[in-house]
T-cell receptor, first 112, second 116 residues
Framework: NAGVTQTPKFQVLKTGQSMTLQCAQD?????MSWYRQDPGMGLRLIHY???????DQGEVPNGYNVSRSTTEDFPLRLLSAAPSQTSVYFC???????????FGQGTRLTVV | AQTVTQSQPEMSVQEAETVTLSCTYD???????LFWYKQPPSRQMILVIR??????QNATENRFSVNFQKAAKSFSLKISDSQLGDAAMYFC?????????????FGEGTQLTVNP
C-alpha cells in the first residue's frame, strides 16, 4: 500500500525559482492538505482541499498555489521561492475527522 | 481560532519508566477531536492516539494513554514502559468537528529522549 506519496524528498532552489511539490494518495480520500514544519512552530496549514475542484487557504497560504483536478493528486506550487520558504513540507490526506490524517514522508526544501 | 500549546520543548525518560507529555488547547467549540502524533528521526508523522471530545473515557492504545480533561482543556499523553523506539518528537493536534476537510492545528512539539 503506497498511502500518501510525496516527491521529491529533498530540493534546493535558488531565490526566485518556481517549482511544484507533488502529492498523490491511493486511498480515495476526499480531504487533502499541505503543511509546513518549522522548528519550534509545529506544523502549519498552507492549503487544503475537501474534494476534486475545491481548495481553500489555510493559515500560511502566501507564496503558494494549489489545485485539485483529481481525487488522487494535490500538487503545491511555489511561485517565486524565497528563503523564508525553507522548511519541511508535508502532504496529508484523510477520509474522516475521527480517524486523523495520513501523512507523506515530507519534502525538505532549502531556498538559497 | 483554536490554539494548541505544548509547554515542554524537551522531555527525557529512563527506559522502562513512565513519562507524561502535556498539551493544552483553546477552543469555544464543544465538538472536536484531539490527536497525538509521533515524528521519529525518519520524519514520518505517525498517529499515536486519538480522542473524541464527546467521549468521557480516556483513550488507550497499548502503552499509550491520554488524560483528557475537557473542562480544563488539557490533553496529556502518558507513555508507560518507555522503549528506546519511543524517542521522537511528539505533536498534539486539534481538529474541529464542525469544519470540513482535514485541517489540523498543531502544538509546537515535545522532543522526547529515552535514556538506556
Amino acid at each position: 500500500n503506497a498511502g500518501v506519496t510525496q516527491t521529491p524528498k529533498f530540493q534546493v532552489l535558488k531565490t526566485g525559482q518556481s517549482m511544484t511539490l507533488q502529492c498523490a494518495q491511493d486511498m480515495n480520500h476526499e480531504y487533502m492538505s499541505w503543511y509546513r514544519q518549522d522548528p519550534g512552530m509545529g506544523l502549519r496549514l498552507i492549503h487544503y482541499s475537501v474534494g476534486a475542484g475545491i481548495t481553500d487557504q489555510g493559515e500560511v497560504p502566501n507564496g503558494y498555489n494549489v489545485s485539485r483536478s483529481t481525487t488522487e493528486d494535490f500538487p503545491l506550487r511555489l511561485l517565486s521561492a524565497a528563503p523564508s520558504q525553507t522548511s519541511v513540507y508535508f502532504c496529508a490526506s484523510s477520509y474522516s475527522r475521527v480517524r486523523g490524517a495520513f501523512f507523506g514522508q515530507g519534502t525538505r526544501l532549502t531556498v538559497v | 481560532a483554536q490554539t494548541v500549546t505544548q509547554s515542554q520543548p524537551e522531555m527525557s525518560v529512563q527506559e522502562a519508566e513512565t513519562v507524561t507529555l502535556s498539551c493544552t488547547y483553546d477552543t469555544s467549540e464543544s465538538d472536536y477531536y484531539l490527536f497525538w502524533y509521533k515524528q521519529p528521526p525518519s520524519r514520518q508523522m505517525i498517529l499515536v492516539i486519538r480522542q473524541e471530545a464527546y467521549k468521557q473515557q480516556n483513550a488507550t492504545e497499548n502503552r499509550f494513554s491520554v488524560n483528557f480533561q475537557k473542562a480544563a482543556k488539557s490533553f496529556s499523553l502518558k507513555i508507560s514502559d518507555s522503549q528506546l523506539g519511543d524517542a521522537a518528537m511528539y505533536f498534539c493536534a486539534y481538529r474541529s468537528g464542525k469544519t470540513s476537510g482535514s485541517r489540523l492545528t498543531f502544538g509546537e512539539g515535545t522532543q522526547l529522549t529515552v535514556n538506556p
